[in-house]
């Protein structure tokens, strides 16, 4: 079965790092570029970083560009959201999602969802 | 960066009838580069159209997507029980990804 299972939220004090992961399976990994879109709770969806499928190119909305980094590793099938400096505003759950095109390159939208993890910064 | 704001907020229909989703970008979208998602509560959003109109892969055809450079629609022509649920549009042709604010569709 193609699935994404994220892991890793919890809460946090604002200041705190938090490491995401998100386990994939039931499809060629290391050939999709993957992404983190977050909801805000009650809100709309924003997306947070982008991967290309070989790991060599990633993409970042300015809200956590220097503050969070996206990485993968391919032989383990699973993506990764390494979270610095959080503050409240980063409070979201954190979903992965795949990209639907198996040419490594990003397309830039989501044929495939995880259940999201959620993570809260507060004191 | 590209807005997109959808409308309307809500939407109260009755089963059976059509719903028609608006979504207007701040700048010409490249290529036609937009997406609709479906999202019920506690779930994760599930695609809908890409590219404008075509339909995802496994998506009945009583949903179909139109539209060009900035106005955009999402049409469910005859709304099952399953379809309530809050529809966002995702733009991906231009750095950064942007989504609208999302319209819920309610039984009236």
């Known amino acids: 079965e193609v699935q994404l299972l994220e892991s890793g939220g919890g809460l946090v004090q604002p200041g705190g790092s938090l490491r995401l992961s998100c386990a994939a399976s039931?499809?060629?990994?290391?050939?999709?570029?993957m992404s983190w879109v977050r909801q805000a709770p009650g809100e709309g969806l924003e997306w947070v970083s982008g991967?290309?499928?070989?790991?060599?190119?990633?993409y970042y909305a300015d809200s956590v560009k220097g503050r969070f980094t996206i990485s993968r590793d391919n032989s383990k099938n699973t993506l990764y959201l390494q979270m610095n400096s959080l503050r409240a505003e980063d409070t979201a759950v954190y979903y992965c999602?795949?990209?639907?095109?198996?040419?490594?390159?990003?397309?830039?939208?989501?044929?495939?969802w995880g259940r999201g993890t959620l993570v809260t910064v507060s004191s | 960066e590209i807005v997109l704001t959808q409308s309307p907020g809500t939407l109260s229909l009755s089963p059976g009838e059509r719903a028609t989703l608006s979504c207007r970008a701040s700048?010409?979208?490249?290529?036609?580069?937009l997406a609709w998602y479906q999202q019920k509560p506690g779930q994760a959003p599930r695609l809908l159209i890409y590219?404008?109109?075509s339909r995802a892969t496994g998506i009945p055809d009583r949903f179909s997507g139109s539209g060009s450079g900035t106005d955009f629609t999402l049409t469910i022509s005859r709304l099952e029980p399953e379809d309530f649920a809050v529809y966002y549009c995702q733009q991906y042709g231009s750095s950064p990804l942007t989504f609208g604010g999302g319209t819920k569709v309610e039984i009236k």
């Open positions: 590219g404008a109109s």
């Open positions: 700048q010409s979208v490249s290529s036609n580069y």
């Open positions: 999602a795949k990209d639907p095109y198996g040419s490594g390159s990003y397309a830039g939208y989501f044929d495939l």
């Open positions: 039931g499809f060629t990994f290391s050939t999709y570029a």
């Open positions: 991967i290309s499928g070989g790991g060599g190119y990633t």
